[in-house]
């Protein structure tokens, strides 16, 4: 490792001169050529500041801690990582994930070991939109959630999610948009995701919206999010004597499974029937034919906002909004066409 001596006896100065250049305080003791010459120096021989050194004198360490469950390992939620990483880099930080793969020990003493690094602020991130506890010993950190909300909104710890709600209501109206009024939509029957409630109210609101009163036999579950479970529920809508000309899907998946289902029937969609999901899930979305119009769910975005949260709390500054909806846009392919 280069150190500041030997940048020194290069040059031939003090190793003092040499430190006052490198940590910008050269100004009025050190003139601008032997600066530059200080700089060109530690370029060449790859001098890089000792972070551990550093974080003594000044106690910021420049790192950040992000704990997740699966974020880190599931493909789907990628953008979360992507996007907390994009924003610690752009501001001078470090951050140090740990995927728990779910366990709440491994949790425990990830956070633990975090803290004891001396990380500046922490994210506790999900890999899908759900309320969970703030984790106890996380709360000696500036925290924020991401994907996630507290169980408990006492202690005002910041979250940050994506606006299921909207998504869903920009997804129908693109339907409605088209000329549908017979507009299918196919949930979830397992309550544990909040997005199960509000995606179903984002579809109501603009049907009503529209004057339109969503029908209840144009409105289903599906057992879970996946395509098996989407093609059972696809069944079943179509085979209503007067079937919706579009259907709106939970996920991409179930979207998956309803385009295979009218597909096998000789169903040309979306000429015969149209079609949005909800995720822009990768490998999926893209990858059916006609290509899947969806909502995306804002992962890169999301992380963006949580690091530039944590940011603050560590800088002691206050939030303009401790609860962050981020938008969620409407993916245009071509499964839409007018019936």
């Given at each position: 490792m280069v150190r500041l001596k030997d940048i020194a006896e290069e040059l031939g100065i003090s190793v003092s001169t040499v430190s006052l250049v490198l940590n910008n305080k050269e100004g009025g003791r050190v003139n601008a050529d032997l600066a530059k010459h200080v700089r060109d120096m530690a370029e060449s021989l790859g001098y890089q500041p000792n972070l551990v050194a550093r974080g003594l004198k000044t106690r910021k360490t420049h790192t950040f801690g992000f704990v997740s469950d699966y974020v880190a390992s599931v493909p789907f939620s990628s953008g979360i990582l992507s996007g907390a990483q994009e924003a610690a880099r752009q501001n001078g930080y470090l951050l140090l994930v740990v995927d728990t793969v779910g366990d709440q020990a491994t949790e425990a003493e990830a956070i633990q070991a975090l803290v004891q690094r001396d990380v500046e602020g922490l994210i506790v991130a999900s890999d899908y939109h759900r309320r969970r506890d703030v984790p106890r010993i996380a709360r000696r950190l500036p925290t924020v959630m991401l994907d996630c909300a507290p169980l408990d909104d006492s202690n005002g710890t910041p979250w940050i999610v994506p606006d299921e709600r909207q998504g869903a209501r920009t997804a129908t109206q693109h339907l409605l948009a088209q000329g549908h009024e017979r507009v299918g939509y196919i949930g979830v029957a397992d309550s544990r995701y909040i997005a199960r409630a509000l995606r179903l109210d984002g579809f109501a609101s603009?049907?009503?919206?529209?004057?339109?009163?969503?029908?209840?036999?144009?409105?289903?579950?599906?057992?879970?999010?996946?395509?098996?479970?989407?093609?059972?529920?696809?069944?079943?809508?179509?085979?209503?004597?007067?079937?919706?000309?579009?259907?709106?899907?939970?996920?991409?998946?179930?979207?998956?499974?309803?385009?295979?289902?009218?597909?096998?029937?000789?169903?040309?969609?979306?000429?015969?029937?149209?079609?949005?999901?909800?995720?822009?899930?990768?490998?999926?979305?893209?990858?059916?034919?006609?290509?899947?119009?969806?909502?995306?769910?804002?992962?890169r975005q999301m992380g963006r906002a949580a690091m530039h949260a944590a940011l603050a709390l560590a800088r002691g500054e206050d939030l303009a909004d401790q609860h962050q909806l981020i938008p969620c846009p409407l993916v245009v392919r071509d499964s839409v066409a007018r019936p």
């Open positions: 603009a049907m009503t919206g529209a004057g339109l009163i969503p029908k209840e036999q144009y409105m289903i579950d599906a057992d879970d999010p996946s395509t098996p479970a989407g093609r059972r529920a696809a069944a079943a809508l179509l085979n209503l004597p007067e079937p919706p000309s579009a259907v709106f899907c939970f996920s991409d998946r179930i979207a998956m499974g309803v385009l295979q289902v009218a597909q096998s029937r000789g169903l040309r969609v979306p000429e015969d029937l149209s079609i949005v999901g909800f995720d822009n899930q990768m490998f999926v979305a893209d990858a059916t034919l006609p290509g899947l119009t969806t909502v995306e769910l804002p992962h």
